[in-house]
């Protein structure tokens, strides 16, 4: 895609270890392909309560760039008081120009270009948001009409800036749980799935802002409430766009390459749940009866799965065997889209690799009979999370060994500032940082 620029400014972007979108923004007149500004590499150790951790393999030394992707770039335009300006996603490298070592873009490139190369196949992705509005008068009735016309003119102005920036929305609705709102937006590759997820949750967040309202993403807004998750809906397909993923005789209709590539997202679940829920909260969502992520496992019609198997839709003789997809349900605001995207990506190819045994479908709601499966219950809190992170050498293996250290020394940081506070007050921080 790509889009012309307009307004004053032109804001070179990058969303940090915390998922905070973070650039520095250079005049428009000024944009032209390769536009780069200056970096600082300690600023991957800002974690999501806004300081630098101390311990961090980066310091007050070293020089990296922002690179524009000008082919991600986009125009916004359309929020009141807001001039026009230009947003352009941008890859983090060295003064040399090669990819910085812990830049989230180029992990999620590389898994991208490793699942084609290696496997012959090619992802369509597309990421769906949950939020609820602070502060607002009258809860929401789930699905309702009523909600849907009170959450207006904010929910078309923000349909309206999206379609214009080229961000494809695709679907607005009051959702379950008090003052809930999800958007969804339609697929397509990884890379500029991620990219519109983090343009997402700030032209919402801004848009809200324009009419006086505000939103969060939290996954846990408040302790007793329901939570928001990000889901990510993912197919797989040849290069040719041919299907591979879809086989009406197997488990599932997963093709046998399709249910190992879900078999490693459930064998590697317990190592990467630090990386899809990454608060201390997140865990307040991982629940059963939440309707997020209960275990690990994959199942049809059940949305308590880590993997769930998503319905086609037949009527009228249409076919299923290109729709068929899947969308993963543990993940939440506090992961960065393209380390989430990316990991989805790596632990797919890693169920490949290592030959594994289609992955167990579970039907309809009854998962019990995984309960006593080792590997299949997740962490329960972000300090065992990260233990599991940090033990396991498959997954550490994807990242560099200083984003590795540094991830661990920015959470361990905030379980450490929020260890005094009660839930209620956890809730509280976060629903003021996303
Ligand atoms: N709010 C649920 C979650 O936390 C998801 C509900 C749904 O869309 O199925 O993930
Ligand atoms: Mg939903």
């Given amino acids: 895609m790509s889009i012309h620029n307009n307004g004053t400014f032109t804001f070179l972007a990058t969303t940090d270890i915390s998922a905070r979108t973070k650039g520095r923004a250079i005049s428009t007149k000024d944009f032209e392909k390769g536009a780069s500004v200056g970096w600082v590499p300690a600023n991957l150790g800002i974690g999501p309560l806004g300081h630098i951790v101390d311990g961090i393999p980066y310091d007050?030394?070293?020089?990296?760039?922002?690179?524009?992707?000008?082919?991600?770039?986009?125009?916004?335009?359309?929020?009141?008081?807001?001039?026009?300006?230009?947003?352009?996603?941008?890859?983090?490298?060295?003064?040399?120009?090669?990819?910085?070592?812990?830049?989230?873009?180029?992990?999620?490139?590389?898994?991208?270009?490793?699942?084609?190369?290696?496997?012959?196949?090619?992802?369509?992705?597309?990421?769906?948001?949950?939020?609820?509005?602070?502060?607002?008068?009258?809860?929401?009735?789930?699905?309702?009409?009523a909600s849907f016309v009170d959450g207006e003119p904010v929910g078309s102005a923000l349909f309206n800036v999206l379609e214009n920036a080229g961000v494809n929305p695709e679907c607005w609705l009051p959702e379950y749980a008090p003052y809930q709102y999800e958007l969804t937006v339609k697929p397509t590759d990884p890379v500029t799935a991620a990219d519109r997820a983090i343009l997402v949750r700030d032209i919402v967040r801004t848009v809200f802002k324009a009419y006086d309202r505000e939103v969060t993403f939290s996954p846990v807004p408040v302790a007793s409430e329901g939570g928001s998750g990000v889901h990510v809906h993912y197919g797989l397909y040849g290069t040719d766009g041919e299907v591979v993923a879809f086989d009406p005789d197997g488990p599932g209709r997963m093709s046998r390459i399709a249910s190992q590539f879900n078999a490693g997202l459930v064998k590697y679940a317990a190592p990467m749940t630090c990386l899809f829920a990454p608060l201390t909260v997140s865990?307040?969502?991982?629940?059963?009866?939440?309707?997020?992520?209960?275990?690990?496992?994959?199942?049809?019609?059940?949305?308590?799965?880590?993997?769930?198997?998503?319905?086609?839709?037949?009527?009228?003789?249409?076919?299923?065997?290109?729709?068929?997809?899947?969308?993963?349900?543990?993940?939440?605001?506090?992961?960065?889209?393209?380390?989430?995207?990316?990991?989805?990506?790596?632990?797919?190819?890693?169920?490949?690799?290592?030959?594994?045994?289609?992955?167990?479908?579970?039907?309809?709601?009854?998962?019990?009979?995984?309960?006593?499966?080792?590997?299949?219950?997740?962490?329960?809190?972000?300090?065992?999370?990260?233990?599991?992170?940090?033990?396991?050498?498959?997954?550490?293996?994807?990242?560099?060994?200083?984003?590795?250290?540094?991830?661990?020394?920015?959470?361990?940081?905030?379980?450490?500032?929020?260890?005094?506070?009660?839930?209620?007050?956890?809730?509280?921080?976060?629903?003021?940082?996303?």
């Fill in 283 to 434: 865990y307040e969502r991982l629940k059963p009866h939440n309707w997020s992520v209960a275990q690990a496992f994959c199942g049809e019609q059940n949305r308590e799965a880590l993997v769930r198997i998503c319905p086609t839709n037949e009527a009228d003789g249409r076919t299923p065997d290109k729709q068929f997809h899947f969308e993963f349900r543990g993940g939440d605001i506090g992961a960065n889209p393209w380390i989430l995207m990316g990991m989805i990506i790596r632990a797919g190819m890693a169920g490949i690799e290592e030959n594994l045994d289609p992955v167990p479908v579970v039907t309809g709601d009854d998962y019990s009979e995984l309960e006593s499966q080792d590997n299949e219950n997740l962490p329960a809190s972000l300090k065992e999370a990260l233990d599991r992170f940090e033990t396991n050498e498959v997954v550490r293996s994807w990242f560099s060994d200083a984003w590795v250290e540094t991830f661990l020394k920015v959470k361990r940081d905030e379980i450490q500032h929020l260890k005094d506070k009660s839930i209620v007050e956890q809730c509280e921080v976060y629903a003021n940082v996303y």
């Fill in 60 to 145: 007050a030394t070293g020089d990296i760039r922002l690179v524009a992707d000008a082919d991600a770039t986009y125009e916004i335009a359309g929020i009141p008081e807001i001039p026009t300006f230009s947003l352009s996603f941008a890859n983090l490298i060295n003064t040399d120009g090669t990819p910085w070592e812990s830049c989230a873009r180029n992990f999620l490139k590389e898994a991208v270009d490793e699942l084609r190369d290696r496997h012959g196949l090619v992802m369509t992705a597309a990421f769906e948001h949950e939020f609820t509005e602070r502060h607002a008068k009258e809860a929401t009735h789930p699905f309702s009409f």
